[in-house]
């Protein structure tokens, strides 16, 4: 039982308590401690957020951290003069330069947003899950210790206004893995000399799972949610693929590189890829790859075959 679901949380629910769900749900299909397949999220939604959580289950979990790397799109909405411990309106609310909010031109705000495209330094909210020696900011926030974190680079590759009527603005933001919503627009809202605090969020896509396909948690049951599970080569279908035959199947079962077939490759040959999908002639997903520069030949990095043999390896079952 090996895959992903894209699952359109609701607000509310934490992403923890949604795994929790699946994992009651796989329960109640009787599969014991011993059987029941480990299961985890990509990319943490606040419960304030909506929208896409990729859930992974089986061999699919030692797939998040290429689903998390994937670009985000977002939808959020802030509240100009106002400002809060926790950047969004969960948290202790105070006012900010009211009057100030009120006033932002349209031309003000283009001008700012400019600022916040592209690479940019961006400090993490103080409630977060960044890990401060060790531990979680949001712990040592929630027990009244002052959190310094750190500036780190994130990238802003779309910024637009969908909607501007001070004090509410509505964003389409596209953005890297690590970047936070709620301190863009705190920090957009002190750019304008008045604060911001995020009234709403919901995840629209994260690599190739949109909300436009996502499943409700709700509608979810025991007997539907392995019929759900997408297979796990759907988080590389961005990356080149080759495609092994049968003597090359062993060969990764084993955990060994092969020599390169320039026909092996899904579509033109990509030459040296540093990150590529080994996979059969059905598309199931075999392993995730790279180009060994010391030798002419193909290395397994992250190898499902040879974790579970050639049935069911990634096939959303």
Known sequence: ???????????????????????RLLRERGLTRATLPKVGHAGTLDPLATGVLVVAVGHATRLIELVQSRPKEYLGTFLFGKRSDTDDVSGQVIEGDTERAALITRAELDAALVEFRGSIQQVPPAYSAVRVEGRRAYKLARRGEEVQLQAKAVEVHRLEVVRFKPPELTLDIECGSGTYIRSL???LGERLGCGAVMSDLVRTRIGQFEQSQAISISALTAESVVSELLPCAVATTHLPAYVCD?????????????????????????????????????????????????????RPRLNLIAACGTDEVGNGS
């Open 1 to 23: 039982m090996n895959g992903f679901l894209n699952i359109d949380k609701p607000q509310g629910l934490t992403s923890r308590s949604v795994v929790d769900h699946i994992n």
């Open 185 to 187: 627009g705190r920090d």
């Open 246 to 298: 049968e003597s090359e199947m062993k060969s990764l079962s084993h955990g060994l590189s092969i020599g390169p077939r320039e026909s092996a490759w899904q579509s033109v040959n990509p030459g040296h890829p540093e990150v590529f999908a080994f996979v059969d002639t059905a598309g199931t997903l075999l392993a995730i790859g790279g180009w060994d520069h010391r030798w002419p030949e193909l």
